[in-house]
């Protein structure tokens, strides 16, 4: 796996440890840490290669399957790492696809929602092209992952290579880090220091969030099947963002309240995913509910920060 030592790619090794199979993560750490693969380290069927994914890969053992998760995924990670988003994208995904292909080996890309852009069509369906700003801030990420998405398809169609393109909605939970500056983890750090959540626009944009439990468990389903994709990945239950701040506010018992700052440049308005696809083909529905998970959440943030002031 490409990027296992992120946020989700963390939890995609546990889950496939877990189920027996042996991982070999591949990690440079530009976004991710050893830290949220630490526990792993040392156990049977776990191996790290620290290395960049856009340098080629040698893997020793037997590859049955490859995920390319490997890119920074936050907007404040990939605006701090413009060009290593863009080779990770294009060069980072042809090595990865050169690894499937070489081994016979099935190839799931972590796509993404922001492939639409800024959408017109709403919920976002697997068939609409998207509304993407090729020049703008964002224009690294977005036209990265659609150039991975070309690849993807292009080695399907050239070399016949077993290839699925999963779009991920967004995802939060446990192991984001306080600093990537998305949404949940920047509500749940300033609620628990006691400062005001910092909300952007007038806070009425939406977002879909997914439990990072319930990503993986998609991703593993479209994983074991044979469907080429793309399969968007998230929840049907949007909320704006201030009814997210509202809902951590109340979660950290934080009296702190609302600070509203400027939007950020091409900031998506809506995001919603039609996941009937993904229901239909694979069975697969978010089982947790975004208080729950938020909740959860929380708890891990908390546990951090008192372990750091601890330290
Ligand atoms: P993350 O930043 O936590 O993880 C990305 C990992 O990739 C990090 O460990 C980083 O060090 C590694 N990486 C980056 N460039 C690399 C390179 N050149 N060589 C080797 N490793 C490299 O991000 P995440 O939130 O876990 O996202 C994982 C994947 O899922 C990404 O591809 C992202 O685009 C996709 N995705 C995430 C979300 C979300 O909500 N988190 C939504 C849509 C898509």
């Known amino acids: 796996m490409t990027g ?29 840490s050893r830290t949220n693969i630490k526990h792993l380290l040392d156990a049977e069927h776990f191996e790290l290669i620290e290395q960049d994914v856009n340098d080629k890969l040698a893997v020793d053992h037997e590859v049955d399957l490859v995920f390319h998760l490997a890119s920074p995924a936050s907007p404040a990670d990939y605006l701090r790492h413009p060009i290593p988003t863009l080779t990770v994208g294009s060069i980072g995904t042809l090595s990865a696809l050169e690894l499937a292909k070489d081994r016979g080996a099935r190839f799931v890309l972590a796509s993404t929602s922001e492939v639409y852009g800024d959408p017109h069509q709403h919920p976002q369906t697997e068939a609409y092209w998207g ?50 500056g998305r ?46 994709g793309p399969v968007n990945l998230g929840t049907q239950d949007e909320r704006t963002v ?10 950290t018992g934080s009296a702190a309240g609302i600070e509203f700052v400027a939007l950020p440049e091409d900031d998506p308005v809506r995001r919603r ?14 089982q947790t509910a975004v208080e729950d998970g938020l909740a959860a959440t929380v708890t891990w943030f908390a546990r951090q920060l008192a372990a750091g002031a601890a330290r």
């Open 183 to 228: 949404a949940v983890p920047a509500f749940i750090t300033r609620a628990l220091a006691g400062k005001p959540l910092q909300v952007a626009g007038d806070g009425h944009q939406s977002r879909s969030l997914c439990y990072v439990d319930d990503t993986v468990a998609g991703l593993l389903a479209v994983a074991g099947s044979s469907h080429p």
């Open 242 to 251: 201030l009814d997210i701040a509202h809902c951590i506010l109340s979660l």
């Open 273 to 286: 995913p039609d996941t009937t696809l993904a229901r239909q083909a694979f069975g697969w529905e978010p």
């Open 131 to 180: 509304n993407v700003n090729p020049v703008g801030p964002r224009s690294v990420y977005d036209e990265a992952k659609r150039f991975s998405e070309a690849a993807t398809a292009a080695y399907r169609r050239e070399y016949a290579t077993d290839t699925a393109i999963v779009r991920i909605f967004n995802t939060f939970g446990p192991r984001m880090r306080t600093d990537d």
């Open 4 to 32: 296992g030592a992120g946020f989700i790619g963390s939890h995609l090794c546990d889950a496939l440890h877990h189920s027996g199979f042996a991982v070999v993560c591949v990690d440079n750490f530009l976004t991710g």
